[in-house]
């Protein structure tokens, strides 16, 4: 049987999609297969939505019909770029802010850990242009093109990660590389809930590497790919995307000496995401340790995000219902002009399939969940069949669905649900960056903690009347 590690790297060998299917040449073109393959999908060739490049040549990633893996925001794009910078060589990214909510570089290790996150405010907009991510800026400038050189080194120690550092500045990503010799690179860029309207680049295009050789040679764009060997196979641990399915067969036989629905509880118990272990935690009982570090359990985080979550389970109850105040955030969606402030830059609750599938069901955020009078909203999650009529936007009620086939790992009855946190400031005291250990999760949020029970889709009905004004 072919060993799971070759398997990947096989298939990462293919490389991006119908590059492949180039004309056969003496010395391989790269750059010409890429516009061979570019032709390919604008003639609708290509079964994977979204643009790509020879060098952001795995993504976009995202809610179905785009790639669906490592638990994506469905109101996010993600692309990976994966190369080995040559001995002596410099290289840069250079491209435009987008018209969106946020983006960001991020820097990962083989284990899909991230090593360091540089989000759109960090970074300096070329001469005459401006960054549009900064408080009160223009979000619809004209000029806002930036540069970000990447650097093969650790990124300084300690470093503070998922708060919002105003007022400081990054020039350099720090994309250290690892695995066999010559080595190997990964950056994702990041796109969070462009605006209406824009593309899946926030109408900015995909960002372009700038590779400058020892001797002073300059390349741009798909010339850059052969040299930066963007076709290299990926050196990763399989377990880096999704828990692998025995382990995760054995992490559901340890929660079965709890009780036939372990580890969801009525009401939910949250669980922080840290690191791997602690993942593995939710399932056998065992505490997370004191010094496990945040956002490190894999399937590529965001490390300007912190996240909660908990296990559900229908044998509980068909519907799951929960209630929490909202934290403020910028409003962007709809293309404002200004970009605004807020206790957070955005949030979200996502429904996912389970850890050996990594699959998102649906997404909502922020500007999408309704939110009453009192400031607090309500979200139900279930399957389709079951949705209370009264469960919509219409009744100031958000929605999530729960898959027909569960986990997609054999139990039809399992979804994960999980709340995403960006980006707070040291003004917000009750973000999830601020959660001290997993026993203090409600008491540190306190009313934007969330509040949950199982309840039957009639019981919801008949208990939460429609908003729609009836007079």
Same mark, same amino acid.
């Given at each position: 049987?072919?060993? #799971?590690? =070759? +398997? !990947? %790297? ?5 490389? &991006? ?9 003496? *010395? ?101 242009? #401006?960054? =549009? +991510? !900064? %408080? ?5 400038? &004209? ?9 093969? *080194? ?318």
């Amino acid at each position: 049987m072919m060993k #799971i590690r =070759p +398997f !990947l %790297a096989a298939l990462a060998a293919l490389g &991006a999609p119908l590059l492949a299917a180039a004309p056969a040449r003496a *010395a391989w073109d790269q750059a010409q297969a890429v516009q061979d393959g570019l032709k390919a999908i604008a003639a609708g060739k290509d079964p994977i939505p979204g643009p790509r490049s020879c060098f952001w040549s795995r993504g976009p990633a995202s809610a179905d019909p785009y790639l669906n893996i490592a638990y994506p925001d469905a109101a996010t794009f993600y692309w990976a770029a994966t190369f080995t910078m040559p001995p002596g060589a410099r290289l840069s990214i250079e491209g435009r802010f987008p018209h969106a909510r946020y983006m960001s570089f991020i820097s990962y290790d083989q284990n899909g850990r991230p090593i360091e996150s540089v989000a759109d405010y960090l970074i300096k907009p070329k001469a005459g242009s #401006i960054n =549009p +991510f !900064l %408080a009160d800026a223009d979000r619809g400038a &004209a000029q806002r093109d930036y540069g970000l050189e990447v650097v093969d *080194a650790p990124p300084p120690p300690n470093q503070p990660v998922g708060m919002n550092l105003t007022g400081t500045a990054r020039e350099q990503l720090h994309t250290p590389r690892y695995g066999n010799t010559p080595g190997q690179q990964v950056i994702l860029y990041r796109i969070y809930a462009r605006d209406n309207g824009a593309d899946e680049t926030g109408n900015a295009g995909l960002p372009e590497p700038v590779l400058t050789m020892p001797d002073g040679k300059v390349m741009r764009g798909a010339e850059t790919c052969a040299a930066l060997r963007t076709r290299q196979p990926l050196q990763l641990d399989p377990a880096a995307m999704a828990v692998p399915m025995v382990k995760y067969y054995e992490l559901r036989e340890a929660a079965a000496k709890f009780s036939p629905v372990y580890p969801a509880t009525n009401p939910p118990t949250w669980y922080q995401q840290l690191d791997r272990e602690a993942l593995y935690g939710i399932y056998t009982g065992k505490e997370a340790a004191a010094d496990a570090r945040k956002s490190e359990g894999g399937f590529y985080p965001n490390l300007d995000n912190q996240y909660i979550r908990t296990i559900l389970n229908r044998k509980q109850g068909k519907v799951f219902v929960l209630r929490a105040k909202a934290p403020s955030t910028p409003k962007t969606v709809k293309g404002n002009a200004k970009m605004g402030g807020g206790d957070l830059r955005y949030w979200s609750w996502c429904s996912n399939q389970g850890f050996a599938n990594t699959r998102v069901n649906d997404c909502v955020h922020d500007e999408n969940i309704p939110v009453g009078p009192d400031g607090f909203y309500t979200l139900v999650v279930s399957r389709e069949a079951d949705r209370p009529r009264n469960a919509t936007v219409q009744c100031g009620v958000a929605w999530l669905p729960m898959a027909d086939d569960g986990d997609g790992a054999g139990d039809p009855d399992v979804t994960v649900l999980q709340l995403r946190h960006m980006l707070g400031t040291g003004d917000f005291k009750h973000a999830i960056q601020g959660v001290r250990n997993g026993k203090t999760i409600l008491e540190d949020m306190a009313a934007y903690a969330p509040q949950g029970r199982y309840i039957s889709t009639s019981a919801f009905e008949i208990a939460l009347p429609c908003q729609i004004d009836r007079r």
